[in-house]
DNA sequence: TCTGGGGTCCTAGGACCC
DNA sequence: TCTGGGGTCCTAGGACCC
């Protein structure tokens, strides 16, 4: 008996959780807008059916929107976040193993079955997360990884199929024959145009390359894809949730900044996040790396990007320690006169609190492991922003835009929606 | 006026070492 | 004329994913 790969997708996601709580929203268009309110991130059916496209800047769409009475929100993590856990979890319970592969993706080894219960299975599975989640799901199952995404796709696209498509049972072939290289898992937008000049355009014709020529034209990924059409699996399970190998924090501001004091609040802010993060990995980063830039689409300023690492004399995840490093190299990237529209950090080097070899000739700061770990707790039961560094600044006013959040109907007690009033 | 954010992996080339 | 060879580590850049 074979193991099989299912991939369990939720449908829509970010577009499905909104419509959890407002019920009002079934069967209307629903989009939602990356960070800053800056792109469409998520679509509804029938947004899609308007042909309303991934990544389009709101600002572009924001008239032909309102003309289709199409509901916009910002994007809420701390929903979308807590949605995807409870899918999650009732996965674990339904199944031994599974991958948490994405915030609105799951890999799980099914164990093969005789002809056509797989199907069933994989449809009572889909109504399981519907009625104890509330969440639509499309089912994929293949032999691979990568066969399994194509099969969840196939069962997107055909309503007949009712969520479900096991492409074992199916003519591989055929479906690949009619299915584009450039929608295969591992092929973005820069393969696929290198294929097309080979003429390379359907899966079947990158299962069917040579070895050598993938290993050269497209590296040992581009192999590995095209082997795992062939229905070899390449690529395990991860079961195990690995830790992080860095850390970032980068955005947008909500409005051009221009002053050195302002790029200073605004890293610090984000070292600030990124530090917590850290510590909740129970690690220390050993460098890291600040940013700005300047508008890219800009055609009226000047394009402006600098970038500078910072190693650290000692492995810390001291929020104090990291913004220390990090302003004072910010006055090296600063070039007066320019409208700044992003900054960010990222902390890599990582290595786990347990590990950590002290550094003889470096200071050793025994004070701020307990002092994180009580602005960690505070922050935690009373609101991100209760305690901070005075360096992040009070009122922020380049922070992003969010106008059409919807409620943290889950995660803030405040927030709770009301039943009945 | 307004175009996201957070990750991973692979490769090529240079530095360095013996 | 003619200037080793092989291994490792690091980094920047490019590609991908959701």
Redesign the pocket.
């Known amino acids: 008996m074979s193991r099989l790969f299912a991939l369990v997708d939720c449908n829509n996601f970010y577009a499905s959780c909104e419509r959890l709580f407002d019920p009002r929203l079934i069967g209307k268009p629903v989009v939602v807008l990356?960070?800053?309110d800056?792109?469409i991130?998520a679509r509804s059916n029938e947004a899609k059916a308007l042909g309303v496209r991934m990544?389009d800047?709101y600002?572009k769409c924001e008239k032909f929107l309102q003309a289709h009475d199409v509901a916009v929100f910002s994007s809420n993590y701390a929903l979308y976040g807590d949605i995807s856990s409870r899918v999650m979890a009732l996965l674990r319970r339904l199944e031994p193993a599974v991958e948490v592969y994405?915030?609105?993706?799951a890999f799980l080894h099914l164990s093969a079955m005789a002809g056509g219960t797989l199907t069933a299975y994989g449809g009572q599975l889909r109504r399981t997360v519907l009625r104890w989640t509330g969440i639509p799901v499309s089912i994929g199952i293949g032999p691979t990884k990568t066969l399994a995404k194509v099969a969840g796709r196939v069962a997107k696209k055909n309503a007949a199929l009712q969520g479900v498509f096991d492409i074992s049972g199916a003519d591989v072939d055929e479906i690949l024959g009619r299915f584009a290289a450039a929608d295969v898992?591992?092929?973005?937008?820069?393969?696929?145009e290198r294929l097309a000049l080979s003429g390379i355009t359907t899966a079947l014709d990158l299962k069917n390359c040579g070895d050598e020529w993938l290993r050269r034209n497209l590296?040992?990924?581009g192999l590995r894809t095209a082997m795992e059409l062939r229905g070899i699996s390449c690529i395990s399970l991860e079961e195990c949730p690995v830790s992080?190998?860095?850390?970032?924090?980068?955005?947008?501001f909500g409005c051009?900044v221009e002053s050195l004091a302002a790029l200073k609040e605004a890293l610090a802010t984000y070292v600030e996040q990124a530090a917590v993060?850290l510590r909740a990995q129970h690690a220390l980063a050993n460098s890291l790396e600040i940013s700005i830039s300047t508008?890219r689409?800009?055609k009226t300023t000047v394009p402006y990007s600098g970038r500078r690492?910072i190693t650290l004399p000692e492995p810390t995840a001291s929020t104090t320690v990291l913004i220390n490093h990090a302003l004072p190299a910010l006055a090296g990237l600063y070039q007066p006169g320019l409208r700044y529209?992003?900054a960010?950090v990222v902390l890599f080097g990582l290595v786990p609190e347990s590990h950590y070899q002290p550094n003889l000739f470096a200071g050793q700061d025994k004070k701020s492991g307990p002092l994180m770990a009580a602005l960690d707790r505070i922050n935690g039961k009373w609101g991100r922003c209760t305690i901070q560094h005075a360096a992040a600044g009070l009122t922020k006013p380049w922070r992003?835009r969010q106008q059409k959040k919807s409620a943290a109907y889950t995660t803030s007690w405040q927030e709770l929606p009301v039943v009945k009033a």
Request: hydrophobic share 30%.
């Open positions: 990356s960070n800053n800056g792109c991130i990544g800047p600002f994405s915030i609105d993706e898992w591992g092929i973005g937008r820069r393969l696929a590296s040992i990924t992080r190998k860095s850390i970032a924090s980068s955005k947008s051009q993060r508008n689409f800009s690492v529209q992003k960010g992003n």
